[in-house]
């Protein structure tokens, strides 16, 4: 792994075998050229989104959200990570470091996520702590993204009108 890059190993992938479909990046954030009304990206003191959505690895779909650190911590700090839940229970939490040579943070949820309403919009919060024990954050980061994915059923549908690039 590069060293300037902090990923969080998703629990989703290990739900999937290696051997099932590569993972689609199904973006919900407005990106040049695309559709005017999509969830712009947001910026705190510590990081601005690049863009999230849904990631789809085989008959699973869950959370994604890739940052770019715009302010790096002069040393470790602590991040929390809470995704809506789509069936209004509480939120899928991971938890990460945030080190000072990162160049980008890239989250994404725990586990697969049922109850996602295609063209619904759903909320990530990035939160920035400066230990695992503190209580009041230092930074929140809160984006919006749109999900293009319907999990309601069975398996993921993708929403009828959308292309690949």
Known sequence: MHPRIVVIVVALLCVVSQAAAQPKLVIGTYQKGNNL??????KSEYLETMHGGIVLIGDQAGFYLFTKVI???????YVRVEYEDPAG???LVNDMRFVPTAEELHFSAPHGVKGLKSYGDYQIVVKVFDSKGSKEPLDILKQTIRSYVDTRGTKPKLFSRLKEK
């Open 37 to 42: 009304t999509e969830p712009r990206p947001k």
């Open 71 to 77: 302010k790096h911590p002069d040393r470790e700090f």
């Open 89 to 91: 229970g509480e939120p």
